[in-house]
């Protein structure tokens, strides 16, 4: 990228610049759970850190949108009410986030930008420094090369790493992804043409790897915006959707929240934002009783119409869909992100699957 400069780091010295990073800030990364279970979490030595992982089922939006971000703490004293903000995030950086999820950290940043700025997830995500690992070989679920979100990314990473095998290849973006490579002036050594040309090759063979590359989101997007969805279609479907959230929850782009105040028992409330889901049949509940999104079809129109219609396109740039596939992995009924896009493209839905 004009005004940065690629570099490369031996596989053998990798550990020492992840340690010269935890000395820095907070360093999240893919680490082996509990029961070998891959998940994003707190690195606290340089061996902790995976390389060759499958990307972990939650995606790391919980870095911007904590599942229970508290907003601000309430007191009462003597009659008056104080209100205080929530404390300003730490620096934190997010190591070998794949590109998927980078580009929906991105989203989410883009999302909470417009019209009432969201401060709170803005200054998170001032605070992360995201390195993205670009993916050699596509995961089996994923379809990112469908929605402009990798395998290898041309934005919204701070520094993104290419696995050559013995070496890293480093393509900083950022003033905040070039910093992190000049804690090691030592380590790193400028990339050369036979770099840039083995880092183009293995992200052509990461796009091969999909195979034909047809994109259904133009055919569904039209048909969801110019209304030539068969309210049938969508009756047939939504029985197939199980009400259980888990799309959303696993979701790199989902936001949906409510809001609910937690009490420590000693005179201090402290008001949160939880995740919430919107194919839940109370989350357009009104006080008064009446839900305009009573029936579960209703919910299922609105969740794929807020994904895929042109209108949220031109406002967001993007589909609201990265193309992880861990709606896919999730989905005990079938309406995942694929089948559901295939249907709407096709105009049928027969068991549970896209005809």
């Known amino acids: 990228m004009e005004g940065y400069y690629c570099r490369t780091i031996a596989r053998g010295d990798v550990d020492v610049w992840v340690a010269r990073l935890l000395a820095r800030a907070e360093v999240i990364a893919p680490v082996a759970g509990q029961g070998g279970d891959e998940v994003f979490g707190t690195v606290n030595a340089p061996e902790e850190v995976l390389w060759a992982f499958r990307n972990p089922l939650q995606p790391p939006k919980h870095l911007l949108l904590p599942q229970t971000d508290p907003l601000a703490h309430i007191t009462r004293e003597q009659g008056h009410y104080h209100v205080r903000p929530a404390a300003p995030p730490e620096p934190r950086i997010l190591l070998n986030v794949r590109s998927c999820d ?108 999909f195979g034909e590359e047809t994109c259904h989101f133009g055919a569904a997007m039209r048909r969801i915006s110019t209304r030539r969805v068969a309210e049938g279609l969508w009756a047939k479907m939504s029985p197939w959707c199980l009400e259980c959230g888990g799309c959303n929850f696993a979701c790199p782009t989902c936001y949906c929240f409510s809001v609910s105040d937690l009490s420590d028992g000693d005179g201090c409330t402290t008001r949160c934002r939880t995740w919430d889901s919107c194919q839940f049949a109370a989350f357009t509940l009104e006080a008064s009783g009446h839900n305009p999104r009573k029936e579960r079809a209703d919910r299922m129109k609105r969740r794929f119409y807020h994904k895929v219609s042109a209108q949220y396109f031109q406002r967001d740039g993007r589909v609201g869909c990265v193309g992880c596939g861990r709606c896919v992995q999730v989905c005990m009924g079938t309406t995942d992100m694929p089948a559901v896009v295939g249907a709407i493209r096709k105009g049928t839905w027969q068991a549970g699957r896209p005809a």
């Open 102 to 209: 980078a580009v929906g950290l991105a989203f989410l940043r883009q999302m909470h930008e417009q019209d009432l700025p969201d401060d709170s997830v803005l200054e998170r995500y001032q605070a992360l420094t995201v390195v993205s690992l670009a993916c050699n070989q596509p995961c089996p679920l994923g379809f990112c090369v469908c929605c402009d979100a990798g395998p290898f990314l041309k934005a919204d990473f701070d520094l993104q790493l290419t696995d050559f095998g013995d070496r890293l290849h480093a393509q900083p973006a950022t003033d905040k992804g070039r910093a992190l490579l000049d804690l090691a002036p030592d380590l790193f050594q400028p990339a050369d043409a036979a770099d840039a040309a083995r880092r183009a090759d293995l992200e052509q063979t990461a796009l091969a790897g």
